[in-house]
């Protein structure tokens, strides 16, 4: 009787030991994938595990360790299990940036390119604007309004034409013998001062085609065309 109780204490007392080495297990293995250390407590419970397992008998050992490697087996799989999910999140993440990253490479690629574009074509308008603007009117000793305007759709592309005109109307009413009388600013476009126009040709006092040739490139080359000069012209009342 005391023989078999003492079997039954050891078998009791033998899964016990490898229940605690199971758990030491999971500890140890969850322990690394977090980035802790247990290597004192392993080798401490190892070490009790192989004392406490030598006073189980054979059979009884079979069970326990058994019991142990299951444990430990599914520990590791655990342990698996949170590495692969780790790398999974990490991986996303990095998919997630790159993506950000390709998007805004994306629309500061196609906001260049509109810009190229909008040069492109303000371009092409100073060129036709240029273009029209070499050819030559007879002179006369005077113009009218009509004379003037006609001379100036000649010269100013058609899309830029209206904004070109309110400038004319609200600068000189298209007189282009108009002189400021407190500043001296001349013509179609109040030049000041108005000799700045003889760039366009030496009869910018009498002729009203070299003043519209003046004016259009003075309008492209400082806002980028007469409807940017009008805008401006609207914010400023100036130009």
Known sequence: MLEGNRVSRISVRGFAVASATAVTAVGSVVGVASGSVAQNNDAEAAATDATLL??????????????SLTQQADAQAIAADASAKKDAEAAARKAAAETA?????????????AKEREEAAKA????????AGSASFPVQSSYTVAQIQAMARQVVASSQYQCFSNIVDHESSWNYRAVNASSGAYGLFQALPGSKMSSAGADWQTNPATQIKWGLNYMDSRYGSPCDAWAFWQANHWY
């Open 54 to 67: 030598a006073d189980i008998p054979a059979g009884q050992q079979a069970q326990v360790q058994t019991a």
């Open 101 to 113: 990253i390709a998007k805004k490479d994306a629309a500061e690629k196609a906001a260049k390119a």
């Open 124 to 131: 092409a308008s100073r060129s036709q604007s240029a273009s």
